[in-house]
Structure formats: structure tokens, C-alpha cells
């Protein structure tokens, strides 16, 4: 199985940054794409941002010249960072990855909290 594990989620003030990492394990099998999804309570589930192993990415457009996705190949991680933040960016952020038999594996989520 694919193990991902989330971290650098927390609370920030409008306006600040934050940068939320996740990384891959237990697994034999390539990770091709990883990326974000996120999920405030009463919204429907948003992807924020993912990358190909070959470096290119997708954003979601409320998102565009503020938020940053990246990755390490050799690491099996993913990162997004995330500048200039709105209130309306809190919401629990989840990491997921795609391997080699297309099966998609998630992250546990971690919580981003904007305050106004």
C-alpha cells in the first residue's frame, strides 16, 4: 500500500503564507501524478492543484499567481505553496497520488485555517 503523509497546515492570517507538504511511502509502485484537493464544510470538493512526474501542472483558477504546486521525484513528495491567502482558503487540504495501476491513494488531510 501507498502511505501519504501530510504536514504544515495551521493558521495564518489573511494576507500571510503557508507551504503544506506531503510525502509517499510503502510502495513499490511509481507515483505518477500527486497533487491537492481541498474541503471546506458546506462547499463541495475542490482539486486545488496537481503535477505530472514530467512537471506539469493544473490550478484551480481561484488559486492562479497565488498558489504554487511542486514535486521531488526522488522523494515521492509534493508541495504546495500557498501565498497571499484569503479566509475563503480555509478548508482541510488533502493530498493525493496516482500510481502505476491507476489506483488513487489519499492523505488524511490537514487542516489550513485564514483568519480575516
Known amino acids: 500500500q501507498v502511505q501519504l503523509v501530510e504536514s504544515g497546515g495551521g493558521l495564518v492570517q489573511a494576507g500571510g503564507s503557508l507551504r503544506v507538504s506531503c510525502a509517499a511511502s510503502g510502495s513499490s509502485f511509481s507515483i505518477n501524478v500527486m497533487g491537492w484537493y481541498r474541503q471546506a464544510p458546506g462547499k463541495q470538493r475542490q482539486l486545488v492543484a496537481a503535477?505530472?512526474?514530467?512537471?506539469?501542472?493544473n490550478y484551480l483558477d481561484s488559486v492562479k499567481g497565488r498558489f504554487t504546486i511542486s514535486r521531488d521525484n526522488a522523494k515521492n513528495s509534493v508541495y504546495l505553496q500557498m501565498n497571499s491567502l484569503k479566509p475563503e482558503d480555509t478548508a482541510v487540504y488533502y493530498c493525493?497520488?496516482?500510481?502505476?495501476?491507476?489506483?488513487?491513494?489519499w492523505g488524511q488531510g490537514t487542516q489550513v485555517t485564514v483568519s480575516s
Open positions: 493525493y497520488a496516482t500510481d502505476q495501476r491507476a489506483y488513487v491513494h
Open positions: 503535477i505530472t512526474s514530467g512537471g506539469s501542472t
